[in-house]
T-cell receptor, first 111, second 116 residues
Framework: GENVEQHPSTLSVQEGDSAVIKCTYS??????FPWYKQELGKRPQLIID???NVGEKKDQRIAVTLNKTAKHFSLHITETQPEDSAVYFC??????????WGAGTKLIIKP | GAVVSQHPSRVICKSGTSVKIECRSL??????MFWYRQFPKQSLMLMAT?????????EQGVEKDKFLINHASLTLSTLTVTSAHPEDSSFYIC????????????FGPGTRLTVT
């Protein structure tokens, strides 16, 4: 079946540095790739998404890149801040608008 | 913006009893709602896709007779955990897709279920 692999599982960066999280997907028909931030005990929060007809999208300190040929997409956070600490999930849309989720990355911002 | 509510936020029940969780889209109509389960330090696991007016589609390994889903209106879907056992203790989250279009799923705040 379809799956999404996400790496790394844990990422620790110094405050102010950049963080990159990578995902690969298996379903070539996927055309929508959201990224979610989840804080402990709370709902996932959409932080950025990208559609398959676009290679890159940026929103202030956050950017997502998509390589359809390689079935890779990545989240880039620049100038990291303590409030960026959370678990980040990538996902890929498959049939019936279902999302297949990555395993998550725990991002730790060291002061 | 699109808001999804979920009730209750927390519930503790005894083993063998049933628990109903409600998921409502407050300011939009949702033809499709999704139910997820999330265990500690794990990703969201899709349990079922709920379409208004029709039977839910369950993911492999999810017992449809144990997790009853009803999507009777465009703004409400319910998940009933029947004969709950301690291993059903988890964080249950619903999401909804706006019937007017778009890919985004809007998430409820989740329900923490503890079965004693």
């Amino acid at each position: 079946g379809e799956n999404v692999e996400q790496h790394p599982s844990t990422l620790s960066v110094q405050e102010g540095d950049s963080a990159v999280i990578k995902c690969t997907y298996s379903d070539s028909a996927s055309n929508y790739f959201p990224w979610y931030k989840q804080e402990l005990g709370k709902r996932p929060q959409l932080i950025i998404d990208i559609r398959s007809n676009v290679g890159e999208k940026k929103d202030q300190r956050i950017a997502v890149t998509l390589n359809k040929t390689a079935k890779h997409f990545s989240l880039h956070i620049t100038e990291t801040q303590p409030e960026d600490s959370a678990v980040y999930f990538c996902a890929a849309k498959v049939s019936n608008y279902q999302l297949i989720w990555g395993a998550g990355t725990k991002l730790i911002i060291k002061p | 913006g699109a808001v999804v509510s979920q009730h209750p936020s927390r519930v503790i029940c005894k083993s063998g009893t049933s628990v109903k969780i409600e998921c409502r889209s407050l300011d939009f109509q949702a033809t499709t709602m999704f139910w997820y389960r999330q265990f500690p330090k794990q990703s969201l696991m899709l349990m079922a896709t709920s379409n208004e007016g029709s039977k839910a589609t369950y993911e492999q390994g999810v017992e449809k007779d144990k997790f009853l889903i009803n999507h009777a209106s465009l703004t409400l879907s319910t998940l009933t955990v029947t004969s709950a056992h301690p291993e059903d203790s988890s964080f249950y989250i619903c999401s909804a897709r706006d019937a007017s279009g778009g890919h985004e799923q809007y998430f409820g705040p989740g329900t923490r279920l503890t079965v004693t």
